[in-house]
């Protein structure tokens, strides 16, 4: 892959136009306006899909350009996988470079880093800053970034995907609200590097980064840097007590609770172990890839991202 000349970086914003809202479109032309003003050379691509995506942001990457996600955890996660996929087998401080543009509903795994929604501040990031290695994980085959999870929580995300009339954080509590209702408990197998565990209940998680869901802190210790899945598992519990456990996810202290089992490991492979009849989803960095069963695999520094 061609090295980048001295001098300015080059970037392609890869944009979601379906992410964020007006205010999220204004963040970006001023962004772009302050790189330029720089002497950075930067350039704009609407993505048609994730397919397009993909395909745009490894192209700009062997160019040596600094590829920008732009939008909110599908989109990033798109734009990243494709970079981690790329930098596989490459030595440290070679490869393609992520820059992330906060303009969605979620943005969790920009909040992981502490990357700034300000424009100014994001934008001397991006000059500036010294690119950083962070893990990404492997599931069923595609790299993705943040978190892999199945149960209640994917449900929800369905739901509030097919939403239209509400945004932000209202479509995330509509839909989760949407699927605890209609929620029973789910069989499962878990399997964290060759161990298996047989447990019930709402969901298993496989986090990278330690939020999801807009903002829930569903794996407090995650960290995207230490080569390790924080495997959450959210058991069977009353449906009153799992409203709870919902609140607390905003600050993490849910892990606290005896019904929260916390394990880690570098292959997680989550199936279910019920009657055959029964399917559920699994999500990663906001998107549904699929159903059960998926194995996440984490990719120890695979991503060279411009982060704090």
């Excluded at 379906?18 to 302050?34: K, P």
């Excluded at 596989?88 to 795994?109: K, M, T």
């Excluded at 600050?251 to 916390?262: A, F, K, L, N, T």
């Amino acid at each position: 892959m061609p090295a980048p000349e001295q001098g300015p970086r080059a970037f392609t914003a890869i944009v979601n136009p379906a992410a964020g809202d007006s205010a999220s479109a204004s963040s970006l032309i001023t962004l772009a306006r302050l790189l330029r003003d720089a002497g950075a050379d930067v350039a704009v691509e609407y993505s048609r899909g994730l397919g397009h995506a993909h395909d745009v942001a490894r192209a700009a990457a062997g160019t040596g350009r600094v590829v920008l996600g732009v939008g909110g955890d599908g989109m990033v996660g798109c734009v990243g996988g494709a970079l981690a996929g790329l930098n596989a087998g490459l030595d440290a401080g070679q490869g393609a470079v992520l820059g992330i543009v906060p303009a969605g509903r979620g943005n969790d795994f920009a909040r992981q880093l502490g990357v700034p929604s300000d424009p100014a501040e994001l934008a001397k990031l991006l000059l500036e800053g010294e690119p950083r290695a962070v893990d990404a994980i492997e599931a069923n085959g595609t790299p993705v970034l943040g978190s892999v999870y199945a149960g209640v929580d994917a449900v929800a995300n369905e739901n509030a995907n097919s939403t239209r009339l509400l945004r932000g954080s209202a479509a995330y509590y509509v839909g989760a609200l949407r699927a605890i209702i209609s929620w029973r408990p789910a069989d499962y197998l878990i399997t964290v590097d060759g161990e298996s565990f047989a447990r019930q209940g709402y969901t298993v998680v496989a986090a990278n980064s330690g939020y999801y869901g807009f903002g829930k802190h569903i794996a407090p210790g995650a960290r995207v840097d230490d080569g390790l899945l924080d495997v959450v598992l959210i058991r069977s519990a009353p449906k009153k007590l799992f409203f709870a456990v919902m609140r607390e996810l905003a600050d993490g202290s849910h892990v606290r609770r005896p019904e929260v089992e916390v394990m880690r490991g570098r292959e997680v492979r989550i199936e279910l172990a019920g009657p055959p009849g029964r399917t559920i989803p699994y999500g990663a960095d906001g998107e549904l890839p699929g159903v059960l069963p998926v194995t996440a695999r984490v990719l120890p520094g695979a991503l060279r991202v411009l982060a704090p």
